[in-house]
């Protein structure tokens, strides 16, 4: 399916249109005490929410320059990156006194819908015509934020 139809499936049914349903952030510090209370409170400052500790498994690499690797999607359309100095985000200041620390952020895009698979009552499957092809996602990421897939 071309650019074109896709677009023109989003716009005739909303129900097909993708949107972003979870965003996380995680910093890697290495070590605890110090340096991890820092981390955890730019995480605060960066998001509003109180921070989660856990051991991290892998570190993902880098965006640079709104730039995507297109190998940064799975399958269902989720895609990760990361960040080399949290202050490269716009609206962040640098605080001597905390540092500059990385991040991996891993968005999770869904579709109106999705919520039946979720939902405590009556679960659901979702059908395969509805879920979210990496096409797609690539194609959404695209458009809305001008992020060039490479």
Request: hydrophobic residues 35%.
């Amino acid at each position: 399916m071309s650019e074109e139809e896709i677009r023109k499936k989003w716009n005739k049914n909303p129900m097909l249109k993708p949107r972003i349903e979870k965003v996380t952030a995680n910093i890697s510090v290495g070590t605890s005490g110090e340096p991890l209370e820092r981390a955890a409170t730019i995480l605060k400052q960066l998001t509003d929410q109180q921070p989660c500790k856990r051991k991290a498994k892998k570190t993902i690499r880098d965006a640079v320059d709104n730039k995507l690797s297109n190998k940064s999607f799975d399958r269902y359309g989720n895609f990760s990156f990361g960040i080399k100095e949290h202050i490269e985000i716009p609206g962040t200041k640098y605080v001597p006194e905390l540092g500059i620390y990385g991040m991996d952020v891993s968005v999770a895009l869904g579709r109106p819908g999705y919520r039946v698979k979720r939902r405590h009552r009556t679960k659901s499957k979702i059908g395969v015509d509805h879920l979210l092809a990496t096409g797609e996602a690539l194609l959404f990421i695209k458009d809305e934020f001008e992020v060039e897939i490479v």
